[in-house]
C-alpha cells in the first residue's frame, strides 16, 4: 500500500509525519513523546501523568493560563493523554492558526517551568484525578488485576501511578524527568489537515530544528515471565454489582499474532477499532460471550479489548454480572466459550465479517482530522506508521487456522489471571 | 507558509435540504464526500414527559426494547444484520423525545433505514427481552446509586425542579422499572409513536435528493392515526431560597457538588448572553474563572467547570466539581464568591472578546465531522433556529455585550438562591 504521507526526521532527530487532508479548514497537530508509565519505577509510579499536566503550568514565554487563552481564543482544542508506552500533546486548530500550536508546543518541549507552587498546587489535582478513579469499581479491580499480571515489569502500574508516590514525589523528580524525555530526539511531530506538506515542513524545521537534540529513550527492561498457574484476584467495594475480569498475556503490537488475536476479539467479545476521536462504535450483541452471558441472563453486559504496546501486555474481558448469578456459574459458561475457541476453527465468513467492520471503523474515524492526526503518531509508538496502514491488509491475511493457532497459545487458563470484585452492598440515601 | 482552503464548510439553506414528508416526518440532508459513510440522527415526538409517576422510566424502557425483535426479525437476526455491516443504530429515551442514531457506510444506508423504519413501527417486546432488558436497566440504576457524579446531578435536578416533570429522572428508580410490565410498552409505543412530529437528519456521502428518495421509500408509508398529540408542559417557578442536600454514597473516596441555578430556553434571547457568560464562568480555556479559582489556584479539584443545559423548556446553569470529602463544603462557598463576583458587575471587555473568538473559532471544528453536521442541523430544527443559523452565528455572538451579558445571568443565577447537591461519604 502506497503511503500518503510526508516522513521526514529533522537533524536534531525530531521525526516528523505529514498527511495533507482538505476536507476542513482544520490542522491537528500531535507531539508524542516515547515515554510513558513503562519508563517508570517504584518511587516516582505515575511521574509520566504528572509531569503531563506540568506541561500546561507554564513557560516563561507562555505564563500558565496564557497557553489555554492562546489556543482557545481561536477557537482550537487541546489535550494530553499519557498511556503505558507513551504521551502525546495535541491542538486541532484553524488551519492559519497552526503555528500557534507548534510555537506552544517548541516551546514546552524545553522551556517548562516547575515552579514549586505549580507543582504543590497539581499534586493535589493528580491526588483528586486518582480519588476519582478510585470511586470505581472497575478501576479499583483493573489496579489489582495489573498488580498480579506482572511481577517485575513497570506494565504492573496503573498510569496514574501509586498513591504513595503521589504524596512523596517531589519537584526535581518531575523537572528531572522532564529533561531525560522530553526531546526532539525522543518525540514524533505528527500533522494531518489542510496545509500543503512542502511549507508544513518547512514551518516544522523553523520552528523546532534549533531545539537541543537529548537522548532517545531506551529503557531496559527485563521480559516479564509467564506465569505458571491461573491467579485468582478478589476485590471488595461499596455497590451492589458485581463485575469479573479475565486477563490473558497478549502479544506485543508488532509481533505477527496481534492480528490473529484482534479478530479473535472480534468474534468473542465484538469489533474495536484503531480510533481515539469519533469513531463511533459497532455493538457486540452478536459476540460469542456476549450470546452466551447475556443472552443467557449469566451477565448484563460483557466487553473486550487488545491494547497495541511495546511488550506484552494483556487481553481482557470485563463481565457486568447478572443479579443474584454466582461467579463460579458464570466463568464456567466463559470458559465453555474459551474451550470451543481452542476446539472449533473458525469459517472463513466470520474472518471476512471481522475485516467489513474494521473497514467501517477506519472509515468513521477518516471524518475526522483531529483523529487522522492521532492515527499519524499512535503507531510510531510502539510499531511504525506502516503497521497502522496495513493493518486492513493484515487482517485480511489472517486464517481460520491461525485464530485457531492463538487461540490456544493465548487463552490458556494457566497464563490468565481473573478478578472478581464482590460489592459490599453499601447503597446510597439523601440526608 | 499553509494554504488553507478558503470555502464556506458552514451548512446554509442552500447546501441542506429541508422537506416534510405527507406523514409528518421532516427530513433534513446534507451531502460530504469526504467518505464512504453516513450518519443519521433524529428523534420522535416522544418521551418520559408522559410517563406515569409510579412507572417512571417507561418511555426509556420502551426506547431500549425497539431493537429486541420486530415482526419481521428477532434480535439476533437484526443485531446480525446490523454488526455483519459495520453499521450501528441505538435509540434513547429523553425527556421530550426519543433520539436514535445510526451510522453505516454508503452502501447500506437503506438497509440502515430499512431497519428505523422496523423499529420504529413494528417491535414486538418479546417478553423475555423485556426481563433481559429489566435486568440491564435495574443494574444501570445500581450502578448510577453508586455513582457521585450521577447522584449529584440526580439530586441537583430534585432541589431546582421540585414538583416539576424536570426533577423527575428520565429512567425512573429500581421500584417503578419494574412495575413496568410488557403490556405498559406495547401500549405506550401504540398510543405515542408515530411520524407526526419525528426529524430525521442524514449526512454523509449520499445527495440529499437521493437521500429524500431513500427516506420517503423507507419511511413514508408508516401511519399511526392514533399517535397522541405531543404531551404540555407544566409551568416552572425558580425556587425562592438557597436549598442544600447531600446524597450519601458510603466506601467512596471522592465527593462530587453540583450547584446552580435556572437557565433560558434555547430559543430565549437570554440563551446566547447567557451561553457566553457561562463560557468566561466556567469554560473558557481550563474551566473559566471557577476552574481558575477551584483547580488551578486551590489544586482542590481535578475537574471543576459550569455547564449551562437550555432545551425546550426551562434550562439550568450548574457549576460541577469533584473533590476530595474533607473539601465539600470549602469547594461550595469558594464557587458561591466566584458567582457573586460573576453577577456584581460586567465580564471585561478582554474576557468576552476571548469568548466570542472561542465560539467563533470552533464552529468549523465542531462541524468537521458528519455526526457533528447531523448534531447541528438537528438543533436548527428542534429551536427553529433557521438553515443559514451557523452563517449568520459570528454576527450573533460579536452582538453580545458585557452589560447584556450581566442583565440575563441575573435573571437566572442568585448567589442567595443556590440549589447545592452533593453527594459522596459524610463530610
Redesign the interface.
Known sequence: MASDILTFRLENGLQVQLKEI??????SSWVWYRVGSRNEHPGITGVSHWVEHMQ?KGTPIHP??EM??V???????WNAFTYLDWTTFFE?M??????IALNLEADRMVNSLYDLQEV??????????R??N??E?LFRLSEAMQRAAFTSHPYQHEVIGEMADLRSMQRDDLFNYYRQHYNPANAVLAIAG???SE??L??ARNTFGHLPAGMRATPVIADEPLPAAEQRVDVS?????TFIQVAYRAPRANHPDFFPLSVLDSLLT??SGLNMF?G???????SRLY?RL??K?LA??VHGGLSATIDPYLYDATI?A??GRPVEEILKAFDEEIDHLCQDAVTTTVIE?AI??????F??G????TNQGFWLGYAEMFASYEWFETYLQRLAEVTPADVLRVAREYLSSEKRVVGVYHP?G?????? | MSNPSRRNTLPGADDTLRAVLPNGITLLARANHNSPSVVFHGYLDTGALRDPQEKLGLADFTAAMLTRGTRTRSFHQFFDLLESSGASLGFSGNIHTTGFNGRALTEDLPMLLALLRETCETPTFPVDYVEKMRAQLLTGLALRSQDTSDMASLTFDQLLFREHPYARPEDGYPETVTRISRDDLATYHADHYGPRGMVLVIVGDVEPTRTLDLVVAALGGWQNPHQSLPAALPEFTPPGEESRQHALVEGMVQSDIVMGGSGPTRKSADHLPVSLGNNVLGQFGMYGRIGEVVRERSGLAYYAYTRLNSGVGPGSWEVSAGVNPANVEKTIQLVKQEIAKYLNEPVDTEELSDSQANYIGRLPLALESNSGVASALLSLERYQLGLDYYREYAGLIRAVTPEMILEASRRYLDPQMLAIASAGPAG
Not at chain 1, 467495594?237 to 454489582?241: C, H, K, V, Y
Not at chain 1, 463511533?280 to 452478536?286: E, P, Y
Open positions: 482538505h476536507s476542513a479548514p482544520l490542522i500546561f500558565q493560563g489555554d487563552r489556543v482557545s481564543r481561536e477557537g482550537g482544542t486541532t484553524p488551519a492559519d492558526k497552526v503555528e504543590a498546587s497539581e499534586r493535589t489535582v493528580i491526588i483528586s484525578e480519588e476519582g478510585e470511586n469499581p489542510d496545509f500543503e511549507a508544513m518547512q514551518l467495594g461499596p455497590g451492589e454489582t465484538g469489533p469519533g463511533g462504535g459497532i455493538s457486540n450483541k452478536t450470546q447475556v443472552e441472563q448484563v453486559g457486568t447478572a443479579p465479517r467489513k467492520q474494521a473497514r467501517a471503523l472509515v468513521y477518516a471524518e475526522n482530522i459490599t453499601e447503597g446510597a440515601s439523601h440526608e
